[in-house]
């Protein structure tokens, strides 16, 4: 892109290149290197000037006409951003990441396109006559002219030098062009109303073989089953029985109940106040298979790395047994919490290190909406044990608000 944006320059005048602080000497000695055969090419050795700045001066000559300002400052932004990444692995040799190359290739090189074919149909014969630019006293040379001949489109000469352009810079605009845009633009402070999630959560404390976490399974708008021995980030077991979509790292903490009442009519049996918190880092391997949003599903394939944290407070006021070796929850008498769920993600070319992509899920918790069942063995100082048996599970919709 750069080479053939520069041509433009080049046929209607080879000075045009040089940077500005070029002296007429220099400029005569080109020429003069070039005619007598001591250089190979007009400008060897010369400097010249930036892929932006070309853009600049074909705009100042009037050439980019037919642009309009909004892909004109895109295609200065993807040559600005395709510089610094080639400065930071060529010069620095620091960390780059493929997909960025390919978002800014997919931006630049359909858009550039655009621009060169609107210099091509600026170059027709019943125009040329009309902008006083054609006017200046300059023939380029004739090996120049070769290279582009009088096509009113850039895609027949681009066709020439590799027959399947025309089909790749299509796959380009709508692949990464139109619908990566697409994407970032559906998840931009959109709102994805009334999205259900069930949330299913088994714990059986320090029981068994380590690691100790809580089973989750989710259902609705995220779909994954996680269990510690198939899907833990650390101690996963690679013979997983079934196809792992997602890693995990949960835990469960279920603080000692406090007593508000003492019933009289079931021995042994009192009314306390039991709080559990459970936090749970998902690590989505396949979105396209554990997310199911309605109308973003073109969209999904272009976030990157997604991560869910989930958090999870119940306070339950029951009625059970609390005595010397147990604790139970027999009846529930009020419940209260929230379920909040956290979307962080980027998308397609960014930096994985730097979610660009935020949503929130947040529902509050009633006896209407969850329930609960609980067991857990007592110390001598009527502490809970970490030996527990519980069961929880939430259902409800809410909106997915992204940032």
């Known amino acids: 892109m750069e080479t053939l944006f520069k041509d433009l320059l080049f046929q209607r005048n080879p000075v045009f290149l040089l940077t500005e602080n070029t002296n007429v000497k220099s400029i005569l000695g080109y020429y003069q290197g070039f005619v007598t055969g ?33 892909d004109y400052q895109n295609v ?88 399947a352009s025309t089909d790749v810079i299509a796959m380009l605009e709508s692949k990464y062009d139109v619908l990566l845009n697409a994407a970032i633009k559906r998840f931009k402070k959109a709102t994805f109303p009334d999205l259900p999630i069930t949330l299913r959560l088994r714990d059986h404390g320090h029981v068994g073989a380590p690691p100790y976490m809580p089973e989750i399974e989710l259902a609705g708008w995220i779909n994954t089953k996680l269990s510690p021995h198939d ?15 997602a890693l995990y790292e949960a835990k469960t903490v279920v603080h000692d109940p406090v007593i508000t009442g003492q019933q009289t009519g079931s021995p042994g049996f009192t009314t306390s106040k039991l709080t559990i918190d459970v936090s749970a880092l998902i690590q989505v ?11 973003a599903e073109d969209s999904l394939p272009y976030i990157k790395n997604p991560e869910l944290n989930i958090r999870l407070t119940l306070e339950c006021t029951s009625e059970g047994l609390f005595n010397d070796w147990h604790f139970d929850v027999s009846r529930v008498q009020a419940l209260s919490g ?12 960014d930096e994985p290190t730097v979610p660009s992509v935020r949503a929130v899920h947040t529902i509050p918790l009633s006896d209407a909406n969850a329930a609960i069942r609980f067991h857990a063995f007592v110390e001598s100082n009527r502490k809970l044990r970490d030996h527990f048996s519980l069961e929880l599970s939430v259902e409800g919709k809410a909106s997915l608000r992204f940032g």
């Open 38 to 70: 001591q250089n190979q090419y007009l400008l060897d050795d010369a400097k010249t000037i930036t892929p932006v700045e070309t853009l600049e001066r074909l705009r100042a000559l009037d050439y980019l006409h037919k642009i309009n300002e909004r």
């Open 76 to 163: 200065i932004a993807s040559f600005a951003a395709l510089h610094a990444l080639r400065n930071r692995l060529q010069h620095f040799a620091l960390k780059i990441y493929p997909d960025q190359i390919i978002r800014v290739l997919g931006n630049l090189v359909p858009k550039s396109v655009l621009m060169l074919n609107g210099c091509y149909l600026a170059r027709r014969a019943e125009e040329m006559g009309l902008r006083l630019i054609d006017l200046l006293p300059h023939t380029a040379f004739r090996q120049a002219l070769a290279g582009s001949g009088d096509s009113p489109s850039i895609q027949a000469d681009l066709n020439k030098i590799f027959p």
């Open 338 to 349: 929230e379920l909040r769920i956290e979307l962080a993600s980027a998308i397609f070319g």
């Open 285 to 295: 391997l396949t979105p396209e298979t554990c997310f199911n949003i309605p109308d």
């Open 231 to 245: 899907n833990a980030k650390g101690g996963r077991v690679l013979w997983s029985r079934e196809p792992v979509n």
